[in-house]
């Protein structure tokens, strides 16, 4: 099958992996005038899209830009594009990898990672893993992060997100073509914040979704919320990301989507553990990958090594494995310590109300000013 291209305008780009998430960045690209080819794995899949624009199985209702095209061909897909953006589960992400890196050997496009977790077996964020096995320059490297609720964004509600990568060029370039009118890009350099952010968020939101399968109300939601962006701040920090980011749509924006919302699918997963189901039985449930779920025991692995204290996550943790009965978790989410303890994070910035009227605000004037003047985000 050859994919269909439209009028030529913005950049040639692939989008590796037609579920949600995919198939609605794709649509974000095609909206901003990108040419765009899906590649689906399975070919039925390919053809809905590239046929009759709908991806009914993981967008149902919602009709797809005319002149995006779809292929089961990864070459095809590949062919002469500027951009590909990557959004496959993140624990399939390195054997992907290697079917793609005889296709770009002689093409230097820029490369998207969409996901957002850690590999289990190595603990390295995505785009390590992309730079590991594509053996390419980190600067042709960028992350897209932010409040990204697949089917919101494919209804064409209004966002913002996150353009990160160690070149401030490749994230301007990128941030140009994933934009339109409902679809607000900003940038910035810090991708360990800007990756752990979304990866973090996804375990306070397994979290929360316990506690509201248990049946538990919003004020233990609230602080669950709250001390999870210490938590999530605290470990991005050892790790070299730099705070302000976990303030801004990467942090605190992904966080609230992720957590109130009955489409995260890592708050779903929660709500089943909450409910009594077995971790496999939650797995076996979801349609789709819960990130959060393969995430835990690697980002534990992570913070020991960093001696970063993780009370909420490690509890998670307890539940997962069947050690602790999900009704007996909220008494312990926050802390173990019965000792009164000041409100910082570890590494010693208040996050008070302070703190979260900062990361408000600066979110107010993002949309205020339309992205414009946005060094960092």
Same mark, same amino acid.
């Given at each position: 099958?050859?994919?269909?291209?439209?009028?030529?305008?913005?950049?040639?780009?692939?989008?590796?992996?037609?579920?949600?998430?995919?198939?609605?960045?794709?649509?974000?690209?095609?909206?901003?005038?990108?040419?765009?080819?899906?590649?689906?794995?399975?070919?039925?899949?390919?053809?809905?899209?590239?046929?009759?624009?709908?991806?009914?199985?993981?967008?149902?209702?919602?009709?797809?830009?005319?002149?995006?095209?779809?292929?089961?061909?990864?070459?095809?897909?590949?062919? %002469?594009? %500027?951009?590909?953006?990557?959004?496959?589960?993140?624990?399939?992400?390195?054997?992907?990898?290697?079917?793609?890196?005889?296709?770009?050997?002689?093409? %230097?496009?820029?490369?998207?990672?969409?996901?957002?977790?850690?590999?289990?077996?190595?603990?390295?964020?995505?785009?390590?893993?992309?730079?590991?096995?594509?053996?390419?320059?980190?600067?042709?490297?960028?992350?897209?992060?932010?409040?990204?609720?697949?089917?919101?964004?494919?209804?064409?509600?209004?966002?913002?997100?996150?353009?990160?990568?160690?070149?401030?060029?490749?994230?301007?370039?990128?941030?140009?073509?994933?934009?339109?009118?409902?679809?607000?890009?900003?940038?910035?350099?810090?991708?360990?914040?800007?990756?752990?952010?979304?990866?973090?968020?996804?375990?306070?939101?397994?979290?929360?979704?316990?506690?509201?399968?248990?049946?538990?109300?919003?004020?233990?939601?609230?602080?669950?919320?709250?001390?999870?962006?210490?938590?999530?701040?605290?470990?991005?920090?050892?790790?070299?990301?730099?705070?302000?980011?976990?303030?801004?749509?990467?942090?605190?924006?992904?966080?609230?989507?992720?957590?109130?919302?009955?489409?995260?699918?890592?708050?779903?997963?929660?709500?089943?553990?909450?409910?009594?189901?077995?971790?496999?039985?939650?797995?076996?449930?979801?349609?789709?990958?819960?990130?959060?779920?393969?995430?835990?025991?690697?980002?534990?692995?992570?913070?020991?090594?960093?001696?970063?204290?993780?009370?909420?996550?490690?509890?998670?943790?307890?539940?997962?494995?069947?050690?602790?009965?999900?009704?007996?978790?909220?008494?312990?989410?926050?802390?173990?310590?019965?000792?009164?303890?000041?409100?910082?994070?570890?590494?010693?910035?208040?996050?008070?109300?302070?703190?979260?009227?900062?990361?408000?605000?600066?979110?107010?004037?993002?949309?205020?000013?339309?992205?414009?003047?946005?060094?960092?985000?």
């Amino acid at each position: 099958m050859t994919p269909k291209r439209g009028v030529p305008a913005g950049p040639r780009v692939a989008v590796i992996g037609a579920g949600s998430w995919g198939t609605t960045f794709g649509k974000i690209l095609a909206d901003g005038g990108a040419q765009v080819t899906m590649w689906a794995r399975r070919a039925e899949l390919a053809h809905e899209i590239d046929e009759a624009k709908r991806n009914s199985r993981y967008l149902p209702g919602i009709n797809l830009p005319r002149t995006m095209a779809a292929t089961h061909e990864l070459a095809i897909a590949l062919q %002469d594009v %500027d951009q590909v953006y990557l959004s496959v589960p993140s624990q399939s992400l390195r054997e992907n990898l290697k079917a793609l890196r005889p296709l770009l050997a002689d093409n %230097d496009a820029k490369i998207v990672s969409l996901m957002k977790g850690v590999e289990r077996t190595t603990g390295l964020r995505m785009s390590q893993v992309i730079e590991q096995e594509l053996r390419c320059d980190p600067d042709r490297i960028a992350v897209a992060s932010g409040p990204n609720l697949a089917l919101e964004i494919a209804r064409e509600q209004p966002t913002a997100a996150v353009i990160s990568s160690r070149s401030r060029e490749t994230a301007e370039e990128v941030a140009r073509a994933a934009r339109n009118s409902y679809f607000r890009t900003f940038v910035n350099t810090d991708v360990i914040g800007t990756e752990f952010g979304g990866v973090l968020k996804n375990l306070i939101a397994v979290a929360i979704g316990i506690v509201d399968g248990v049946g538990y109300g919003e004020n233990t939601k609230a602080s669950i919320i709250t001390r999870g962006l210490v938590e999530m701040t605290d470990f991005a920090v050892a790790n070299g990301a730099h705070p302000e980011t976990l303030q801004g749509l990467a942090g605190l924006g992904d966080l609230i989507a992720t957590c109130q919302s009955p489409l995260s699918r890592n708050n779903t997963a929660g709500r089943l553990l909450g409910q009594g189901y077995s971790f496999q039985d939650v797995v076996k449930q979801m349609q789709q990958t819960a990130e959060g779920l393969a995430s835990v025991a690697p980002v534990l692995q992570l913070a020991r090594e960093s001696e970063v204290d993780m009370p909420i996550v490690e509890q998670v943790k307890m539940v997962l494995d069947g050690k602790m009965n999900p009704r007996d978790i909220a008494p312990h989410l926050t802390t173990d310590d019965d000792t009164p303890q000041g409100e910082r994070t570890n590494h010693g910035q208040a996050d008070g109300g302070g703190a979260l009227r900062r990361a408000l605000q600066r979110a107010f004037d993002q949309f205020r000013n339309g992205g414009r003047g946005a060094g960092r985000d």
